[in-house]
């Protein structure tokens, strides 16, 4: 069930519609990958086409697999080994195709809803019909309209009780996948001292 996300800082639009590249955020490149080591959505690819940021995005990554903190945090360097930075989404279709041997279907995100779009129940089945799926997620405020008229499939924007739905990249990454890969928790006695779902 061949699962990947793609996280994209350019293009996308920023407050006054206009095209943007937004910045890197550390707490974007660990909090995903963690979620994608929980729910198996591998690679995780961060997408920047400014070289200063898929520098930074590099440095990140290095001093957690092979660095100082490759020794720390074990579990951290297990969820950021899955991190590739490519420069276009052009680019992840090329590396996906080459891992899975064939091309990807494309998922973008969004929180507006659009005509055209997919439950997360049909999207399920098609992943457990191993369907190759790359779920795209925009930052700024959101994807450009090439990206979202393009994709394969649109998947519907995540709702709660209320109207508002304004949630951080990094949330709605988590909750997506969980809906799109949880699975029941196995029966296991409950270990005293045991750390919460925040883990390090």
């Not at 943007?20 to 995780?44: G, K």
């Not at 957690?64 to 950021?80: D, F, Q, S, Y």
């Not at 990807?104 to 005509?115: E, G, I, L, N």
């Not at 909750?175 to 799109?180: A, E």
Request: proline share 6%; glycine share 8%.
């Amino acid at each position: 069930m061949p699962l990947s996300i793609a996280l994209v800082h350019f293009p996308v639009y920023n407050k006054r519609g206009r095209v943007v590249a937004t910045s890197l955020t550390n707490l974007d490149i660990h909090d995903i990958a963690r979620a994608a080591r929980t729910f198996d959505a591998a690679p995780y690819f961060i997408v920047h086409a400014v070289p200063e940021m898929q520098a930074f995005a590099g440095e990140v990554i290095d001093h957690w697999i092979t660095g100082e903190g490759a020794e720390h945090n074990v579990t951290r360097r297990e969820a950021l080994s899955l991190i590739e930075v490519s420069p276009d989404l052009a680019e992840v279709n090329r590396r996906l195709t080459e891992i899975w041997g064939r091309a990807p279907k494309f998922v973008v995100t969004s929180a507006r809803r659009f005509p055209f779009t997919v439950t997360y129940e049909q999207m399920r089945a098609k992943i457990e019909a191993d369907e190759p799926i790359c779920l795209i997620f925009g930052t700024g405020y959101g994807l450009i309209d090439e990206i979202m008229i393009e994709a394969d499939y649109t998947l519907e924007p995540v709702y709660g009780p209320t109207d508002w739905n304004h949630l951080s990249v990094r949330s709605a990454a988590s909750i997506i996948l969980d809906r799109l890969r949880s699975v029941r928790a196995p029966q296991q006695k409950a270990e005293k001292g045991g750390m919460g779902a925040g883990g390090k």
